[in-house]
C-alpha cells in the first residue's frame, strides 16, 4: 500500500468584490448574496400564458407576461374573499403546485428585483470603496 498525488486541473474563478473563490465567497461579500437569492428564488410556468412566474410583493404568485395573479393551495376564508374559482396546476421546477386565479391583476413588483437592485448597488460601494483604498 502507497501513497500517491496526483494533480488535478481545477477552474479558479475569483470574486471581483471579496476576492475569495466564487464558490466560497466572503459571509459579507453582496455578490455571494445576490448569487445565492438569484439560486433561491422559486418561479414557475403561468398556467394561463405559459409566462414566468415569481412572489410579487403582496405574496402571491404573479405572472410576468400576463400580469394575473395566483393564490397557492387552498384560500383561507378573508384572505381572498373576491377570488375566482378558477383552479390551476401551475409547474414550478419538478413539481406542479395548485393555484387559484385571483381576480386582480397584478403590479409588476416583484421582491426578487428589489433584492437584485439591492444588492447590485452593495457591490458597486464595495468596488468604489476598495479603489479608494489603494
Not at 6 to 22: G, H, I, N
Not at 110 to 130: L, T
Request: charged share 35%.
Amino acid at each position: 500500500m502507497g501513497l500517491s498525488m496526483s494533480l488535478v486541473p481545477r477552474l479558479y474563478l475569483e470574486c471581483k468584490v471579496c476576492s475569495q473563490s466564487m464558490e466560497d465567497h466572503a459571509s459579507d461579500c453582496p455578490q455571494g448574496r445576490l448569487d445565492q437569492v438569484i439560486q433561491n428564488e422559486r418561479s414557475g410556468k403561468c398556467p394561463i400564458c405559459l409566462g414566468k412566474t415569481q412572489i410579487n410583493k403582496g405574496d402571491f404568485w404573479e405572472c410576468r407576461k400576463c400580469k394575473t395573479q395566483f393564490c397557492g393551495g387552498a384560500i383561507v376564508p378573508g384572505m381572498a374573499p373576491r377570488a375566482k374559482r378558477n383552479f390551476h396546476e401551475m409547474e414550478s421546477g419538478e413539481d406542479f403546485i395548485r393555484v387559484v386565479e385571483l381576480p386582480d391583476k397584478g403590479h409588476g413588483k416583484f421582491k426578487i428585483d428589489e433584492m437584485i437592485a439591492f444588492f447590485r448597488e452593495e457591490i458597486k460601494r464595495v468596488k468604489r470603496s476598495r479603489r479608494h483604498r489603494r
